[in-house]
Every structure is written in C-alpha cells, then in structure tokens.
C-alpha cells in the first residue's frame, strides 16, 4: 500500500493548514488511519488517529481542539485540518495506517508507531512566529 502525504508548507503563528493522506489503487475502508510528526532532533509522535469502523478519533493532548482529523471515502483521503498553529507544531507529518481498530478503547495504544504497517513520504510544516 503507497500512502502520500501532502498539504505541508510554510505558516505564520495562528494559520491554518490542512494535509491530505491519499492512496493509490487502495482502499482505506479497513484501515486505522494516523498522522504522526517529527521535530527536529525529537522522536516521531502521534498526532491523530481516525478508525474506519466507527469514526472514532485520537488526538495528542498538544492538538485537541486545534486539529481535526476526517475522512472522504468517495476519494479515497484522510484528511488533517489543522487551525491555530503553533511554532511547536513545526514538523514533518506522515501518515501511516494499520489493520482497523477502534479507537474508543485504549486509543494510545492504538495509535501507535509500532502498530502502523504502511507508511507515507512526510510533508512539511514550517510555522513562522
């Protein structure tokens, strides 16, 4: 499965972004679909997670109530809207997906980097302050 990530680029302190996660010749009706970043010099992180069973969502503590993660089945895209932005939130974001599983229980864990199967190219994003 090839995941593409795209929507990154450079932003003033307060704007907003919105990245795309799409595949090709793939469906991602059975997927658990995650965004992830990385920082400079930081560990990769989860940022969000949608389950295609139920719509559930994840978010990291650092983006609850600025971002906000959806699908579009018709094309085939998981997207990242992403409101408020901070210097901190300055990354490269990828996405990843694993074998669906509900986020209503134990989301952490769920959204986790171990557990991802196929991972996409990274897109970055740059917030000026």
């Known amino acids: 499965v090839q995941l593409q990530a795209s929507g990154g680029g450079l932003v003033q302190a307060g704007g907003s972004l919105r990245l795309s996660c799409t595949t090709s010749g793939h469906t991602l009706d059975y997927y658990t679909i995650a965004w992830f970043r990385q920082a400079p010099g930081k560990e990769r992180e989860a940022v969000s997670c949608?389950?295609?069973?139920?719509?559930?969502?994840y978010y990291d503590d650092s983006v609850k109530g600025r971002f906000r993660i959806s699908r579009d089945n018709s094309k085939n895209t998981v997207y990242l809207q992403m409101n408020s932005l901070k210097p901190e939130d300055t990354a490269v974001y990828y996405c990843a997906i694993r074998p669906d599983i509900s986020l209503v229980i134990a989301a952490r864990a769920v959204c986790a980097e171990h557990g991802m199967n196929y991972w996409g190219k990274g897109t970055q994003v740059t917030v000026s302050s």
């Open positions: 949608i389950s295609s069973s139920d719509d559930s969502t």
